[in-house]
């Protein structure tokens, strides 16, 4: 299996601020990595698919770079809403996996 | 709008079985791979299951592996999954997730809200 990690693992930041989280894939995945938002309670949401493309009605302040191994999601200025989990998902091989998650909380 | 609605969810003993089924509405059923995926209480998400448009082709997580059936009805525009000889580590909320494309990309989206499993004697 494509093992995932992700770090950091929890971060604090202020509305305003630059938020950079990084995802590494075990093994190349070429584009094939995902990135989802989940907040309590709520079902996972899919923000950037194919490493690069913003899925559709998700605000251009999120954007997503990186091939092979390492991936990152970048939030430009964090808003109030966007505190939440962040998970990156590998569509590579037939076993799809995720992530251990970035938590992202109000400092 | 594209509508996911899991159920099926509940209380289990150990070696139990259990059937969640997933209502698709607003969009083409028929035409896109379908998958489960779960989220044990507090931890992270697990990817569980996937079957194609026509239900021909089915993959499932080692963990899951002769436990878990994964199905569905074209004409009835509903996805299963069945759940045999469970464990308490199976205990989690399920998540249907339609793929992205028809293609079958394993990419999730959207997703349902979710049915709560638990599985303890």
Known sequence: DIQMTQSPSSLSASVGDRVTITCRASQSISSYLNWYQQKPGKAPKLLIYAASSLQSGVPSRFSGSGSGTDFTLTISSLQPEDFATYYCQQSYSTLLTFGPGTKVDIK | ?121
């Open chain 2, 1 to 121: 709008e594209v509508q996911l609605v899991e159920s099926g969810g509940g209380l289990v003993q150990p070696g139990g079985s259990l059937r969640l089924s997933c209502a698709a509405s607003g969009f083409t059923f028929s035409s896109y791979w379908m998958h489960w995926v779960r989220q044990a209480p507090g931890k992270g998400l697990v990817w569980v299951s996937r079957i194609n448009s026509d239900g021909s082709s089915t993959s499932y997580a080692d963990s899951v592996k002769g436990r878990f059936t994964i199905s569905r009805d074209n004409a009835k525009n509903t996805l299963y999954l069945q759940m045999n000889s469970l464990r308490a580590e199976d205990t989690a909320v399920y998540y249907c997730a339609r793929d992205l494309a028809a293609a079958g990309t394993g990419t999730f989206d959207p997703w349902g809200q979710g049915t709560l499993v638990t599985v303890s004697s």
